[in-house]
């Protein structure tokens, strides 16, 4: 078993799971590649009908990037090489013409929040944590995530959960509508029972309110958006506080 798997269920639903649960479901660049993968399929494979995104394991949905092996990148250059590679497939993920579930079976943190804000819906098991902690380590979300976040919410929550960087139970971000629901456990039919309607309804006509969705997208600018969003996270990710923030944490 490689980082990153993918299987299609006999409904339709391809599913995408990080498999690094000793990692905490860690994003590296494997697990990068198997996104790319999974998307290419997407995007090809017409009885593909929708997406979801999961983790290995019930203690962690993802815990963003992976610091001990992203921690060699020391400068502005080094850091947007990554940064931008995942942002790229979290946009990718965003306009998906399909409908996307993040279906968050543990914590999600950081750069696994980004994750799920690029997904049309989230799912979350009772008891996960969630936030947007990258403000603790001295930089921005890194993948785009505050774009998307903001089309999300409304922009003052989505500054809150931003900028004060704390950890949240499942229950608060159902409260806010970042969650839509919370369930006792998740499982791979918990995903299809979640989105069953949408499912039963022409593939046409989801494709097209997609569609619509992203024109929206497109009018806000959402990919430049993202694009800017991550240069000033590599620019952050340059500097001594960011590093000694680092050093902190691993040790």
């Known amino acids: 078993m490689g980082d990153f798997i993918q299987y299609k269920s006999e409904e339709g639903i391809l599913f995408g799971k990080i498999t690094r649960p000793e990692k905490r479901n860690a994003v590296n660049y494997q697990v990068m590649d198997g996104f790319q993968e999974l998307l290419d399929r997407a995007e090809s494979d017409r009885s593909v009908k929708a997406v979801v995104i999961t983790g290995e394991g019930c203690r962690a949905f993802c815990a963003g990037g992976d610091i001990a092996e992203f921690h060699d990148l020391k400068t502005e250059e080094e850091a947007i090489s990554m940064l931008s590679r995942m942002g790229k497939l979290l946009y990718r993920l965003a306009t998906l013409p399909k409908p996307t579930l993040a279906s968050l079976n543990g914590t999600a943190v950081g750069g696994g929040c980004e994750i799920a804000a690029a997904c049309d819906f989230r799912i979350a098991r009772s008891g996960a944590k969630l936030g947007f902690i990258q403000a603790n380590l001295a930089i921005t979300?890194?993948?785009?995530?505050?774009?998307?976040?903001?089309?999300?919410?409304?922009?003052?929550?989505?500054?809150?959960?931003?900028?004060?960087?704390?950890?949240?139970?499942?229950?608060?971000?159902?409260?806010?509508?970042?969650?839509?629901?919370?369930?006792?456990?998740?499982?791979?039919?918990?995903?299809?029972?979640?989105?069953?309607?949408?499912?039963?309804?022409?593939?046409?006509?989801?494709?097209?309110?997609?569609?619509?969705?992203?024109?929206?997208?497109?009018?806000?600018?959402?990919?430049?958006?993202?694009?800017?969003?991550?240069?000033?996270?590599?620019?952050?990710?340059?500097?001594?506080?960011?590093?000694?923030?680092?050093?902190?944490?691993?040790?």
Not at 178 to 189: A, E, M, P, R, T
Request: glycine share 4%; net charge negative; charged share 30%.
């Open 141 to 251: 979300t890194g993948w785009g995530g505050a774009s998307l976040l903001y089309e999300r919410l409304a922009p003052s929550t989505a500054f809150a959960l931003l900028s004060e960087a704390k950890l949240h139970t499942a229950e608060e971000m159902e409260a806010i509508g970042f969650l839509q629901k919370v369930y006792d456990s998740l499982k791979d039919q918990t995903a299809f029972d979640f989105m069953e309607i949408i499912l039963q309804k022409d593939t046409g006509v989801i494709e097209a309110y997609k569609k619509a969705m992203i024109e929206k997208f497109h009018a806000v600018h959402l990919k430049e958006r993202m694009e800017n969003e991550i240069k000033r996270c590599a620019e952050l990710w340059a500097l001594d506080a960011h590093h000694d923030a680092v050093s902190e944490f691993l040790n």
